[in-house]
């Protein structure tokens, strides 16, 4: 009996927040401040991890930009054709061969370009580059340089499979994604550039992100002008809230998010532009057959677009700060909740004890600090991803560190690899947690992309999605 309290309890909350949310239609328009005006000068780049991410996150821009004759690309990183349940859905048959999962790639790349053409783009002024779905974001932490190809979960490649793509057999490697992004934007050279957003919970749009930064700190020297980056959010537990086709409604940010820094602005869409990208997410017929309750709660208003800023960081004299004593933290990153509230009662007390992570660096060590309003348990776990990039050594070289722990034991990895945690340190208190770890440990980079969730047991709590971290 025990086993079945779960699922009903889930489908009990789904129902009831459902309910809620639907009393709510009557919101105001969103007090955001609306997106740079496109103009016929703008050359806009769209970088999509599936196809279409393109079409719910961008469909209004893309129209607004052919409306003032601006010059647009859209380019998608996989084919999407590791969607197993679309598919089942969609082709009304269960399978793992591999060939199926191709086809289901091949009608994805046909249903975007046709949703494109419908939009108002040519067919060539789309590109595909094929990359595992469900894959890059383990690309982008451990398959560099002299590493085995990633292996695609479901298509089993090793190397780009689809012919009429741009790099047919590149090798699924860091490499290969990165130059086909700097080799988009040296072809195109955009001045915008919208991308998914890197605290999307889906991996294929945190790593489009991080594979993007990489591409323009490459081609775009400090100092340099680089084209300006829009990302759009589109996974975010319990967001966009109501489900289903909306299109009376305005698309606000996810609550989660309104302390988070993230400096968000609208596209307003006018009601042709809201049909035409309603009828272009219908084009995407493998995937609204599943899971139109959930695309067509994109047709709104407006569309959004927001990034984090870049936390600054100080560099503290060495022996500044006495040992133990407390360091001062720069670049405040409110945290958000990765479940929503009253899903699990045996979480409802820690989720209640909101908190945040600061950085700071002293002593030639970045440190992370976790404060909680209430008290830590020790069942308290946290998993963080720290990406340094240096002008002065290729990105597959640098170290790919990931650090989980739990009360006071932890394990250090770089990429798959599991290393001496040497350097590190860790401190448990009631209600803070600061890590230490050596810059060199890092590979003394210029900055750091992080990313730190809290768990409470297997469960997560809190998530801080991506953020820029530079040392001056």
Not at 323 to 339: A, E, H, P, T
Request: proline share 7%.
């Amino acid at each position: 009996m025990r086993k079945r309290i779960f699922p009903v309890l889930l489908i009990g909350i789904f129902f009831l927040s459902s309910a809620l949310a639907a009393s709510a239609v009557s919101k105001p328009k969103p007090a955001i401040p609306a997106i740079d005006p496109i103009q016929q000068s703008d050359r806009i780049l769209i970088l999509a991890p599936h196809p279409d991410d393109e079409t719910i996150g961008c469909a209004g821009i893309i129209q607004e930009a052919l409306r003032r004759k601006a010059k647009v690309h859209v380019a998608y990183l996989t084919n999407g054709d590791s969607n197993e349940l679309a598919f089942i859905v969609y082709a009304k048959r269960i399978t793992f061969m591999k060939g199926e999962f191709l086809y289901m790639g091949d009608v994805r790349r046909k249903e975007a370009t046709r949703a494109m053409v419908y939009l108002g783009l040519k067919a060539q002024d789309v590109t595909f580059l094929g990359y595992p779905d469900f894959g890059t974001f383990a690309i982008f932490m451990a398959h560099w340089q002299d590493a085995k190809p990633y292996k695609g979960l479901f298509t089993r490649s090793t190397s780009v499979p689809y012919k009429e793509n741009l790099s047919y057999g590149a090798p699924y490697k860091g490499e290969s994604i990165l130059e086909d992004i700097k080799s988009l934007i040296k072809k195109y050279q955009p001045n915008k550039i919208f991308v998914s957003h890197p605290a999307d919970t889906n991996v294929d749009h945190k790593a489009l992100y991080l594979f993007l930064q990489i591409a323009l700190s490459e081609l775009c020297p400090e100092g340099a002008v680089a084209p300006k980056v829009y990302p759009y959010l589109i996974h975010c537990i319990g967001w966009p809230s109501p489900r289903h086709y909306h299109p009376e409604l305005w698309l606000f940010p996810p609550e989660q998010f309104l302390d988070s820094q993230v400096a968000w602005s609208q596209c307003l869409l006018s009601p042709s532009d809201l049909e035409k990208k309603h009828q272009a997410i219908l084009l995407y017929k493998s995937q609204t057959e599943s899971s139109a309750f959930y695309l067509l709660c994109f047709a709104r208003k407006n569309e959004l677009f927001g990034d984090y800023p870049s936390i600054e960081l100080k560099v503290s004299a060495p022996g500044a700060e006495p040992q133990g004593q407390k360091v001062q933290f720069f670049g405040i990153s409110n945290m958000y909740n990765d479940l929503p509230l009253g899903l699990i009662d045996t979480l409802q007390e820690a989720i209640e004890g909101k908190g945040h992570v600061s950085y700071g660096v002293t002593d030639n060590c970045l440190l992370i600090r976790i404060d909680k309003t209430k008290e830590i348990s020790r069942h308290i776990g946290f998993l963080v991803y720290l990406f340094g990039y240096s002008a002065k050594v290729p990105f597959g070289q640098m170290p790919k560190i990931r650090i989980s722990a739990k009360s006071n034991n932890y394990r250090v990895f770089n990429a798959k690899k599991m290393i001496k945690p040497e350097g590190i340190t860790l401190e448990y208190d009631t209600k803070k947690i600061i890590l230490k770890v050596p810059l060199k440990l890092l590979g003394d980079p210029d900055y750091i992309f992080s990313s730190l969730k809290t768990f409470q047991g297997i469960l997560p709590i809190d998530t801080a999605g991506f953020r820029k971290i530079s040392i001056k």
